[in-house]
T-cell receptor, first 111, second 117 residues
Framework: SQQGEEDPQALSIQEGENATMNCSYK?????LQWYRQNSGRGLVHLIL?????REKHSGRLRVTLDTSKKSSSLLITASRAADTASYFC???????????FGTGTLLAVQP | DAGITQSPRHKVTETGTPVTLRCHQT?????MYWYRQDPGHGLRLIHY???????DKGEVSDGYSVSRSKTEDFLLTLESATSSQTSVYFC????????????????FGPGTRLLVL
């Protein structure tokens, strides 16, 4: 399977702390994306990093990509209670950029 | 949810009955996808469409069929529902990126919770 694996499966931190979650994958990719899912809702796109990029920032989000290790990390700085959600990485591959999703990291930010 | 609606939002049905889920978009995007989400598996692609009447299988397509007769609608049909098809189903859409670099970001609907008894 090309499915991404995420680590950790669950993470609990205090408000104001940084949260880091990791994603590993198995094959060559076009890009890697991170999505957030609040309980009972659909997925929301957060950030995309292409295979020729190494780091990308968006607000409090920082994503890194290491294609030699086939891994990515998502850093959320100065976390807030509203960041509590499940976070999924998804790797895009092939001509139609089909996405393969990881199993997700459940982040709980305690106020 | 980027102009995507799914209907019904919740459904309870019995084993062996046919079920059709509808995804409707107002974004005029070319690509549409159906996923299922189950604990421990993340999201898995069932079928996708790259244009009207153009569809292809994903990684978990057995027991499902799809149809797309117009750009805005993508239907997922369970011909004879089984308990293993109890899941949350998500529709997603995507189009050409703003940079013109090809299909990238997917936008998701709110999901349909299906329970097969």
């Amino acid at each position: 399977s090309q499915q991404g694996e995420e680590d950790p499966q669950a993470l609990s931190i205090q408000e104001g702390e940084n949260a880091t979650m990791n994603c590993s994958y198995k094959t060559s990719i076009n890009n890697l994306q991170w999505y957030r899912q609040n309980s009972g809702r659909g997925l929301v796109h957060l950030i995309l990093i292409r295979s020729n990029e190494r780091e990308k920032h968006s607000g409090r989000l920082r994503v890194t990509l290491d294609t030699s290790k086939k891994s990515s990390s998502l850093l959320i700085t100065a976390s807030r209670a509203a960041d509590t959600a499940s976070y999924f990485c998804a790797t895009g591959f092939g001509a139609t950029n089909k996405l393969i999703f990881g199993t997700g990291t459940l982040l709980a930010v305690q106020p | 949810d980027a102009g995507i609606t799914q209907s019904p939002r919740h459904k309870v049905t019995e084993t062996g009955t046919p079920v059709t889920l509808r995804c409707h978009q107002t974004e005029n995007h070319r690509y549409m996808y159906w996923y299922r989400q189950d604990p421990g598996h993340g999201l898995r692609l069932i079928h996708y469409s790259y244009g009207v009447k153009d569809t292809d299988k994903g990684e978990v397509s057995d027991g499902y069929s799809v149809s797309r007769s117009k750009t805005e609608d993508f239907l997922l049909t369970l011909e004879s529902a089984t308990s293993s098809q109890t899941s949350v189903y998500f529709c997603a859409i995507s189009g050409i990126s703003e940079l013109g670099t090809g299909i990238e970001t997917q936008y998701f609907g709110p999901g349909t919770r299906l329970l097969v008894l």
